[in-house]
């Protein structure tokens, strides 16, 4: 497995990354009262492959409770990001309150706030940044990020220095205005991290979607494994990246215009 420091945070986290918002998706429900017991198992897949990097969120508190549950024991030795999608200091403390409790933690290594309306500012009338501050100095969460498919708003977080990572989707079919936030993270030492590697389901083809995000050695992107197959294959090709030759430049631009 490799690692990368994940921008200003100093975090050390590997460049696969495992993301449990797909902890409830169809292919683990439909095991019915073993559900818990299966998104356990592919959780523990990613952990004992090298992955030590977890991203889930508030908005979906069965990936959170599955989560939680699945790092019992390890937890010390993983880093740990979740999300909120409130909007008031007050509802992000109770938010955040909630997270600790599904995922038995009493700290969170990363917490960004998800699909904001506005970027935050020191000293807001809002209070919503002073409000981060806050609970950092408390140590409650260690490191805080945004989450969000508005590149204007990725764009205004990375300007401000303010914040220590953006989320966003980020594939083969996202278009160049996502690549020039990409290169600002990497400007700015801001953590780059990919959601929707697969472009939410619409992608199949993991070697190509894996070699293309692997090109970008400050980009973490966070799978959403829905089987142990499919994990098993991102684990296998971490370990074996597809070679990016003019054969394989090829094939992306294929898919580009098939899909656009």
Known sequence: MEFVILGKTNLLVSRTAFGAMSLDCKEIEAFGDEADEKACAI??????GGVNFFDTSRSTPVCERRLGAALHGIRHNVILATKTTQSSAREIQADLRESLMAL???YIDLYQLENPKIIPQKNGADGLY???LKLQS?????????????TGLAREAILSGLYETVQLPFNILTDDEVLEIVELCREHDVGCIAMQPLCGGVLS???LAFGF????????PVWGAHTQEELGQILYFEGHPPVVDESFKKEVENVRQFFN
């Open 104 to 106: 038995e933690s009493d």
């Open 213 to 220: 995000l692997h090109q970008y050695e400050h980009v973490v």
């Open 130 to 132: 002073n409000c981060l």
């Open 43 to 48: 959780v523990r897949q990613a952990y004992e």
């Open 205 to 207: 083809n993991i070697p």
């Open 138 to 150: 408390q140590e409650v969460i260690r490191h805080f990020g945004i989450a969000t498919d508005d």
